[in-house]
């Protein structure tokens, strides 16, 4: 059954840095495109970085120069390295992909057809 499965959240201080992975099975996702999305309590869903079929990398304002998104294929795993982390930062952080849509350019969770259950990140001052 093709799954996501998001791990490397956890808590740090203003500056420190995390990286996330999400690992997909049971199926070949090279093709997909895929994201990174976040979601604080109280707030909707937003997209925070996407790696596109054509090796394009995107991400929201508020990350560039902070964030770098990655995929190793060999391993289907998407990366997500996170620097310079701030409070707001704070969220949950959840991969999905989308198989043949626009996701990736608009950044629409309704783009976006599978998604794992995500990773929490708790940025402290």
């Known amino acids: 059954q093709a799954r996501l499965a998001e791990s490397g959240g956890g808590s740090v201080q203003v500056g420190g840095s995390l990286r996330l992975s999400c690992v997909a099975s049971g199926y070949v996702y090279d093709s997909y495109c895929m994201g990174w999305f976040r979601q604080a309590p109280g707030k909707e869903r937003e997209g925070v970085a996407s790696f596109d079929r054509d090796g394009t990398k995107r991400y929201t304002d508020s990350v560039k120069g902070r964030f770098a998104i990655s995929k190793d294929s060999a391993k289907n795993t998407l990366y997500l390295q996170m620097n310079n982390l701030k409070p707001t930062d704070t969220a949950m952080y959840y991969c999905?992909?989308?198989?043949?849509?626009?996701?990736?350019?608009?950044?629409?969770?309704?783009?976006?057809?599978?998604w794992g259950q995500g990773t929490q990140v708790t940025v402290s001052s």
């Open positions: 999905a992909t989308d198989r043949n849509g626009p996701g990736c350019a608009t950044f629409r969770t309704s783009n976006f057809e599978k």
